[in-house]
């Protein structure tokens, strides 16, 4: 059975433990604060903690709105502290509050490669997607614009770009082209020195040429595309099923600066074995781009899927992701995951697509909702202290609530502020409405979804709430307390009672849930939650 959640591991076993790691922590914070700025010196090398407390300082003065010098500080840890996943989940927000969104995407990227399963990344994975896309459609916009001139301009001798393959069988296929052509751009991208060009930016611009959301492109018009894209090579086809037993799959190589040299690769195959048939047309492109296909790293030899029924429900989603459909996309995408749990590459997919509530979401948005998952979710002090396990993520918590808050406080003493929704204070959050989000795993996993319908009265919350993918909690009730933007409170679910702790504003929140007396006592998961109709979205 579905338990609710991982169990927290238990690094400090007392209140003693935490005192004792601020103690040691705080100096560090005096003693980084005259060097944190300054150019690496070589021959410099310093400690794991004074990496730690640099980490901390950048993200303190980042909370208390010194840009410049958190600037400063964090790109000096990123040289010296580059495994530490806090630095450009922080750069990034500072790169795009600053207008520079390549940077922005660069340093999520990254950000997301180093802690793929975490709560955060789940999120920073969406918000790129959305800047992505509005970086693709204003080069596709540009390109157009200026095409007199790139048709005449350079392009780089390692770049391709494969666009959709037609499908020119049964309508059982359906867009399977789409498919075809996202396993081979994965494909191709294994290649070390090949640069593909990403699929949003080749769809922008075929839109923007008035070529439709098809994505389909000939022989005539690929050395066009291609030079818009500064792209020497285009890939493009067709596949059909032979009497609905057989598939062929033809595509053509064409040299964007040499028209008149045009590859051709074709195969022929039993339906059922697509996979297969997709590696060897992969393998043909890579050998007529000069490459050696045996020699190609194991990713590449790696099968997406094996099941045609999953392929088509992931190329749906992909024709639904073209027409910014992205709550369809990611029904298709989970689709495609239901008939094979393993299908890597829709999963990706179905991590990187916002909802369609995000669609217009502008970059003070994105901005506000980045910088509330980092802050009121309290989970920079784990993410530093936990930074010595690459890829941990900022969304673990493998740490101890208590080291959480004791380093929040580490924070709050070095920038002489309160310290968040600690003290009594009064309420700063309105949370009575409905409310919505998910609960994942200690793995940043996303496992069930959260309902509550709340009604707040001064400081005291109650209401009901809804469970969904846990074999420990469903329905219950909640009853609570808020002080300042920090809402405590207990479900009771029949006879198991589980603690329900968040922070952050009156339209999203995020915190953690755990089972305090059931069958599945100790079990905790974290959740993200936003008010239904809020100008924020969250997830």
Known sequence: MTRLMNRKRKIFKSTAGVLIYCMMLFPMFNTMGSSATKPVEENVELSKKEKKALVEQGVAQFQ?????????TLEYAKEVFPENYAV?????????????????????????????ESEES??????????????????AKQAVANEAALLRGPVADNTVAVTTFKNLGSENLGPLGKGMSAMLIHDLAQVPDLQVLERVKLQALLQEMNLGTSGLVDRKTAPKVGKLLKSKYVTTGNLADLEKVNLQIVSVLVDTE????????????????????????????????????????????????KSLAALTAFSVGLDYLDQEKYDEAREAFQ???????????????????????????????????????????????????????????????GLTTGIIAGVGAVAAAASGGGGGGGGGGPSELNLTGNWKGTWSDLSGTPNG??????TQSNTSVDGNVSITGS?????????????????DSEIH?????????????????????????????EDTANFSIYKTGSAIIEW
């Open 64 to 72: 208390k709105g010194e840009r410049e010098q958190a600037q400063k």
């Open 88 to 116: 450009p989940y922080y750069l990034g927000l500072i790169y795009l509050e600053q207008g520079r969104r390549s940077d922005a995407i660069a340093q999520w990227q990254q950000y997301v490669l180093m802690d793929p």
């Open 122 to 139: 789940f999120k920073i994975r969406k918000y790129r997607t959305l800047l992505i896309r509005e970086e693709a459609l204003e080069y």
């Open 258 to 305: 040499q028209v008149d040299r045009i590859d051709t690769q074709e195969v022929q195959g039993p339906l059922k074995k697509f996979y297969d048939l997709e590696k060897t047309i992969a393998c043909s492109i890579i050998e007529d781009l000069g490459r050696d296909c045996s020699k190609m790293p194991g990713e590449f030899r790696k099968i997406h899927t």
């Open 335 to 397: 689709n495609a995951l239901d008939k094979d749990p393993k299908f890597d590459l829709a999963k990706e997919y179905l991590y990187n697509t916002p909802l369609s509530a995000m669609l217009f979401m502008s970059k003070s948005h994105i901005i506000s909702n980045v910088s509330a998952i980092g802050s009121s979710s309290n989970r920079i002090g784990s993410g530093v202290a936990g930074s010595a396990i690459v890829g941990g993520g900022l969304g673990v918590i």
């Open 449 to 454: 979804d959260i309902l509550l319908e709340l």
């Open 471 to 487: 074999d420990c909690i469903s329905s219950g009730t909640l009853n609570g307390t808020v002080t300042g933007n920090t809402l």
């Open 493 to 521: 679910s029949g006879n198991v009672t589980a603690s329900f702790k968040a922070s952050g504003t009156s339209s999203s929140l995020n915190g953690t849930l755990q089972i305090t007396s059931g069958p599945c006592s």
